[in-house]
């Protein structure tokens, strides 16, 4: 018993050596200015909102905020700065004009798009070494991680936030 307690410690510890190396590769701890220059200005943060935007259509203040686990106050000032870059708009909805919804521009669009077309690469290039059969194994196990992780019935395919991996 004490063999495989030791044993998970030392997986465990190797796994999380491994979380450096694993962002570098995807471009998640890139340093901030290249990160902005290369998507437009546009922060890690922003960019969350951005791909909830584009993956569900027009928010509403509150419906973003619990998207991404902010304060309705924070949303308010994220999209203040995002109306200001111009990269969304205030809409009203169209079934309740006292409620404004917030929609992206075709501008914040195409940077969603070269994000994930980076990150699809950068992913792939990680990957390519193993086999179909290790590629089915990792992407069950972190299917399995990611639900475990999530609070409720939720699953990996209703996070728009884009995860590392």
Known sequence: MENRVERRSELLARLERLGPGLRRSL??????????????????????????L????????????????????????????????????????????????????????????AFEMERSRRLAGLLAALSEDELETLTSLAERIARSALPGPAGPEDDASGGCL
């Not at 928010?59 to 905020?65: C, I, N, R, S």
């Open 27 to 52: 471009g998640e701890s890139e340093r901030r200015s290249e990160f902005l220059a290369r998507f437009g200005g546009v922060t890690l943060h922003q960019l969350s909102a951005l791909r909830h």
């Open 54 to 113: 584009v993956a569900l259509g027009p928010l509403t203040m509150h419906e973003l905020a619990g998207r991404m686990d902010i304060s309705p106050s924070a949303a308010t000032q994220l999209v203040d700065r995002l109306v200001q870059h111009q990269l969304v708009d205030r809409v009203p909805d169209p079934t309740d004009r006292r409620v404004l919804r917030v929609a992206i521009s075709e501008s914040a669009a195409e940077v969603v798009r």
